[in-house]
């Protein structure tokens, strides 16, 4: 079974902070991706990779980066934290973009609280 | 831009009953539609993906349709029970291996 695991479950940071935010994967998938999900408005997609060193925005990239050095880790980088930051943020992985029968795995999610 | 829209937002119903879950889109350009299942406070279950050739997929009581020319799919539940009870989330793949997602439909199965 494939295995995507988050660092945290729950976070609290404040204000101003700089805040990282870890996703592992095991099943050497090409593909990953970080969403925020919040009520009312669904899952939103922040940023995703298809490859080490290589990123592209999703739909929601504003106050966010990230970093992939290692085919198993994507890293999510909250640069200067807002209280708009505060929410639930889900990464997923799948492997490579050509085959239309791969599914998306996702973590736990990381409830995130900035104060 | 793809537009995904679930339809109930909400649904109530005894153990036992057959029920169906509506999913519509705006694009009909799709490679895959995926449902998922999400508990409280967790991530997301894939249950189900339906490629753009196929008109269905089934494992176990769940059945997924596809009707991409018209932009709808549906999750058939047979013979609901409590464990059933979950948010369950439609999305459609587009480039690059990335997903729109609907809102979802929470499902409440009483005993």
């Known amino acids: 079974d494939v295995k995507v695991t988050q660092s945290s479950r729950y976070l609290v940071k404040r204000t101003g902070e700089k805040v990282f935010l870890e996703c592992v994967q095991d099943m050497d998938h090409e593909n990953m991706f970080w969403y925020r999900q919040d009520p009312g408005l669904g899952l939103r997609l922040i940023y995703f990779?298809?490859?080490?060193?290589?990123?592209e925005k999703g739909d929601i990239p504003e106050g966010y980066s990230v970093s992939r050095e290692k085919k198993e880790r994507f890293s999510l980088i909250l640069e200067s934290a807002s209280t708009n930051q505060t929410s639930m943020y889900l990464c997923a992985s799948s492997l490579w973009t050509g085959a239309s029968n791969q599914p998306q795995h996702f973590g736990d999610g990381t409830r995130l609280s900035i104060l | 831009k793809q537009e995904v829209t679930q339809i109930p937002a909400a649904l109530s119903v005894p153990e036992g009953e057959n029920l169906v879950l509506n999913c519509s889109f705006t694009d009909s350009a799709i490679y895959n539609l995926q449902w998922f299942r999400q508990d409280p406070g967790k991530g997301l279950t894939s249950l189900l993906l339906i490629q753009s050739s196929q008109r269905e997929q089934t494992s176990g009581r769940l059945n997924a349709s596809l009707d991409k020319s018209s932009g709808r799919s549906t999750l058939y539940i047979a013979a609901s029970q409590p464990g059933d009870s979950a948010t369950y989330l439609c999305?459609?793949?587009?480039?690059?291996?990335?997903?729109?997602f609907g809102k979802g439909t929470m499902l409440l199965v009483s005993p």
């Open positions: 990779s298809y490859d080490v060193k290589m990123k």
């Open positions: 999305a459609v793949k587009r480039g690059y291996s990335t997903l729109t």
